[in-house]
């Protein structure tokens, strides 16, 4: 008997650890799959922030427990995974969420003149540290590899499960100034497709999501005049750049996150998917 839609999207039941889950993005993943029926395991390196996601996710009726934890810190991986499996079971679900950009290791701008080689005004390629590209590197890569390590084990004990990681349309076409993000970011695409086919006879399926430029809080310090509230230069660039016009909403991802992690993309493995309002296909 074939099954219906609403049975191939269902998530009912299923246990989800979300890393970053304290954040904009990841918290309202983590309110959406709890509300689907979702046991959801809230991760982040903020406990607090990761408290109050899980406060609003028990406000609407959903399950859900919230863990400090250092993605970098493979020890404090595994105890949160032995809680979680106590609790629960072993996750059916990951999500990889927990990431950023560290200002170190960024240039100040787009172009390097040979002229501003020694000017101290300008950060340049040459002027980054090797501390400020490293952590941000590592945060976004070794914190996708480490908890996807540790948590995989007992989806592949089960012989089902499915993995989504957080990339950027930075993977695809990278970003201007943001050197260390744009090829973790890279390394992270890099590393979902070749997990997929590593993984491919396991039943975990590995996919990603590659988010373009979404409304958060830190966005908008960088991309909204403090003084003024009108777009900075660099934000009018992105519009310009993005064909539908608009910054992306937290809940936009909602559609491909339940998707990627259900049954309806039972075949679907190794993907990852531009939600970047075309971003990364436009050209001039």
Known sequence: MSRTARDIFSLQGRVAVITGGGGELCGCMAEALAARGVKVAVLDINPENAQARVAAIEK????????????????????????????????????????GNNPKGSTSAEFLESEQLDNPEVTSFLDLQLEGFRSTFDLNFLG?????????????????????????????????????????????ANFTRWLSVHLSHTGVRVNALAPGFFMTEQLRFLHIDQKTGELTPRARQVMEHTPLGR??????????????????????????????????????
């Open 60 to 99: 609407a009726g959903g399950e859900a427990n919230a863990f400090a934890c250092n993605v970098l810190e493979e020890g404090e991986l595994a105890e949160v995974s032995s809680r979680v499996a106590a609790a629960w079971g072993a996750a059916d679900i990951l999500i990889n969420g927990a990431g």
């Open 144 to 188: 996708t590899f480490l908890p996807t390590k540790v948590f995989c084990r007992g989806m592949i004990e089960k012989g089902a499960g499915s993995i989504l990681n957080m990339a950027s349309m930075s993977a695809i076409t990278p970003l201007t100034k943001v050197g260390a993000y744009s090829a973790a970011k890279a390394a992270v």
């Open 247 to 284: 910054y992306g909403d937290p809940q936009d991802l909602i559609g491909a996150v339940i998707w990627l992690l259900s049954d309806a993309s039972a075949f679907v493995t190794g993907v990852v998917l531009p939600i970047d309002g075309g971003f990364s296909a436009y050209s001039i």
